[in-house]
């Protein structure tokens, strides 16, 4: 069980967060990124696709406390993060009913629910985050042909992931350990709208 850290007894901010998890984000996903470029220059990209992947019917995307507050962070320094994208979250919530458990015997889950993320634009836009604080998931899911236009061949990287964990692991666990003790999470990972509802609301930062 994670204690709670005595040496930081101030209140939550974000700012007292982030400064303690500092500017690392686009170095632990740099991995990822220089993969992902280079499958796009080889003609493997997800231009022509309608967005499958982050749609309710192949995304099930969780992230862990310190993925959650990147994104924070990246949404209110973009002033993305005002009453609108917080509705939109909770309407996420909502008609995929992420807050429920998923399916499961009591001992185990046996699916996760699946949801359109709330930063999906459709196919001509995509994505609306930065791939410096996407989740790893994302950055890690690409296809394996070219001119995919509704997903299928397509399949997370395990090498790439793995290597990526390997080099951030030890950084990664001391700084989500750290987030759940301060926020009082007895979570690891959410889906990543109910990650970002809760955390948000947390730190008081959600408009009512």
Known sequence: ??????AHPEPRSLDALTDHIGETGRRRRQVLIDRMAHLEHEGLHCFSCSGVCCTFVANSMQTTPLETVEIIRYLKRAGRLDA?????????????????????????????????CPFFMGQARGCSLSRTIKPYGCLGFNPHRPDQTEGGDCASDTTALTLREARSAELETAH?????????????KKPMPVALLDILERLAGVPQ
């Open 1 to 6: 069980m994670i204690q709670k850290c005595p």
């Open 176 to 188: 989500n350990q750290w987030l759940r003790a301060r926020l009082e999470l007895d979570w690891e």
């Open 84 to 116: 609108e994208l917080i509705e939109r979250l909770r309407e996420t919530v909502r008609r995929y009913r992420l807050d429920a458990p998923s399916p499961g015997d009591g001992r185990r889950h046996f699916v996760r629910r699946t949801y359109t």
